[in-house]
């Protein structure tokens, strides 16, 4: 089993989108202050064992609920209309993976709300960088930060592109921040979300997972979590587009899929998640959507050096 102290959506290859961030961080403060709460009782407070009790159903019924969750593919969603200008595919075909990037390169994202204000950077740089054939390794660390600069959490993640396919594993960019003054030990399981080197307009992908089953550790007890589930889903390629940035415009494959997420005590969010690839970079937009089709968040690189 291992500890999990922080992690980062880290998206240089590929961003599932936002993947409800903000749904995140609240349920873990929400769920965070509970379980802090219910293990000092359970030591310090013996006489409400009651409440304990209650709290430890209120587990027990979001379990049996993850359990009998309705099968992906069935969620119901508002897709946003198209709005980009088709391009040949053929200019964006990524014949050499991660051909514009080298070790010690330095990637900067903004993330904005759906109104266009600042809400954060992602500042990442390449520490490793291995090929042999067309197969790449690279090693990413990365800062997320606030809009005023404050850090908020920090991590190293590995990416891959292996038997002509970018492989992204979810397991080590989903798990979400640490709890307030909370260790967890996360057991986690699921499968890749896998990118073609080549793809067309229309063409299905694969679906992927990644299932974390934790137990929040305090001084006093601990204490075995419901499931947290990711589900990503319904996901085709749309067409190539150019994309703008304030260092250039890209010629990207657009992406799009539904992302679900199961959180204990709250249960499915589902929104979603359009991401713009370009060639030899990688992720270089995303935008997020809620069931309705407005527009909830978006990222946009904004520094390569």
């Known amino acids: 089993m291992k500890t999990t102290k922080i992690t980062l959506l880290l998206i240089l ?22 379980a802090e709460q219910s293990a000092k009782r359970k030591v310090e407070r013996k006489v409400e064992e009651k409440v304990d009790k209650a709290v430890d159903n209120a587990f027990d019924k979001a ?4 359990q009998q969750k309705k099968s992906p593919g069935t969620s119901s969603l508002v897709e946003p209309p198209e709005t980009g200008t088709p391009q040949d595919p053929s200019d964006w075909d990524d014949g050499e993976p991660y051909h514009a990037l080298k070790k ?21 740089e390449i520490i490793e960088m291995t090929r042999t054939g067309n ?3 690279a090693v990413v660390s990365g800062t997320r930060t606030n809009s005023k600069g404050k850090v908020e959490n920090s991590a190293t993640v590995a990416l891959r592109y292996h038997g002509g396919s970018f492989h992204v ?12 003054g909370i260790d967890v030990d996360a057991k986690a399981s699921g499968q890749d979300m896998i990118i073609p080197g080549k793809l067309t307009p229309g063409q299905i992908l694969p679906d992927a997972q990644a299932t974390f089953k934790m137990k929040v550790k305090s001084s006093e007890a601990a204490f ?3 499931p947290l589930t990711f589900l990503i889903f319904n996901r085709r390629a749309v067409q190539a587009e150019s994309v703008e940035t304030p260092i250039g415009e890209f010629i990207c494959f657009k992406i799009i899929q539904t992302v679900e997420a199961d959180y204990p005590l709250i249960g499915k969010q589902a929104s ?8 030899g970079l990688g992720v270089i937009k995303t935008e997020s959507y809620d069931n309705k089709g407005k527009l909830q968040s978006r990222m946009l690189l904004t520094g390569l050096e």
């Open 224 to 226: 075995d979590m419901p």
């Open 63 to 66: 379990e049996e609920k993850a």
């Open 104 to 124: 010690g390169a330095r990637i900067v994202y903004t993330f904005y709300d759906g109104k266009g204000r600042v809400q954060g950077y992602n500042r990442q």
């Open 272 to 279: 979603t998640s359009i991401t713009w690839i370009g060639k």
């Open 13 to 34: 290859l590929f961003s599932a989108g936002n993947i409800a961030d903000a749904s995140a961080q609240s349920w873990l403060e929400q769920l965070g202050k509970r």
């Open 135 to 137: 197969n790449v390794n």
């Open 169 to 180: 594993d979810l397991l080590s960019i989903m798990l979400p921040q640490e709890m307030q």
